[in-house]
């Protein structure tokens, strides 16, 4: 076997039947996405929740979930092993960690004999404090994000928790080096770190018609220098494409 140290993150957010646990609010949908080294694995978790209560008018405003819809879904406990074990050992990137995690540990909390909290089974990063800290004074909801970094969410008319994971995947490859989001499966993931190499014998290799040289237009020229200067801002200085030392 293979072993790799790429990190691994699990992307998340949840929809809710309301805003605040004190009020016994639950979550009614999750949707995760699977990142490792910064690729998407195309391993996703994705579950409609029967919360076993009413969701608030102005939550399915938001994310357009009725109480109709859930009435046949599962409960959280029927999800709960096969949830857990996706996101064990990964560090969870969210936005507004505090409201998804807390609403976690809310529903980990009415299960009979499980001890589990989020903390206690993956890391957590946060990408609003993140994005807080590098755009102080301005907007950080996930849309502002997406505008500010040219993340296409035209798709995004309500929210929906797997749509909204994969959006901030992109957001968050943008935010930490503006990487863009490429995707492998998990066999490529693996054979991607292989050491293995391919012996080729000398008969096998064949000449090629010289390659054709297409060169950058004066406009595209332009669009991937203004996209450097974006990378550069996004990284703090940090675009090697625009060192000239």
Not at 93 to 102: L, R, T
Not at 161 to 177: F, K, P, Q, R
Request: charged share 30%; with cysteine; hydrophobic share 40%.
């Amino acid at each position: 076997m293979v072993e790799t140290t790429q990190k691994r993150q699990v992307i998340l957010d949840t929809e809710t039947t309301g805003i605040s646990t004190a009020d016994d609010h639950r979550i009614i949908e999750i949707g995760c996405v699977e990142m490792v080294g910064r690729r998407l694995t195309g391993q996703t978790f994705h579950q409609y929740i029967n919360p076993q209560r009413d969701i608030d008018d102005g939550a399915i405003e938001v994310h357009g979930i009725t109480n109709e819809f859930l009435a046949d879904k599962p409960l959280f406990a029927d999800i709960a092993e096969d949830f857990l074990r996706f996101i064990e050992g990964a560090e969870l990137v969210i936005h507004n960690a505090p409201f998804d995690v807390g609403f976690i540990d809310h529903e980990l909390a009415k299960l009979k004999d499980e001890p589990r909290r989020v903390n206690t089974i993956a890391t957590v990063l946060d990408t609003l404090r993140m994005a807080r800290d590098k755009h102080p004074g301005q907007k950080n909801s996930l849309d502002a994000l997406c505008k500010r970094y040219d993340v296409d969410n035209a798709n995004r008319e309500l929210h929906g928790a797997l749509l909204d994971a994969e959006i901030l995947a992109d957001v968050y490859l943008a935010m930490t080096g503006g990487q863009v989001s490429l995707t492998l499966t998990a066999e490529e993931a693996v054979e991607s770190t292989s050491d293995d190499k391919i012996d080729v014998e000398p008969g096998q290799i064949q000449t090629r018609q010289p390659l054709v040289v297409i060169r950058a237009s004066d406009e595209e020229l332009a669009a991937h220098q203004a996209m450097l200067e974006k990378v550069n801002e996004s990284s703090g200085g940090q675009c090697v494409w625009l060192r000239h030392d």
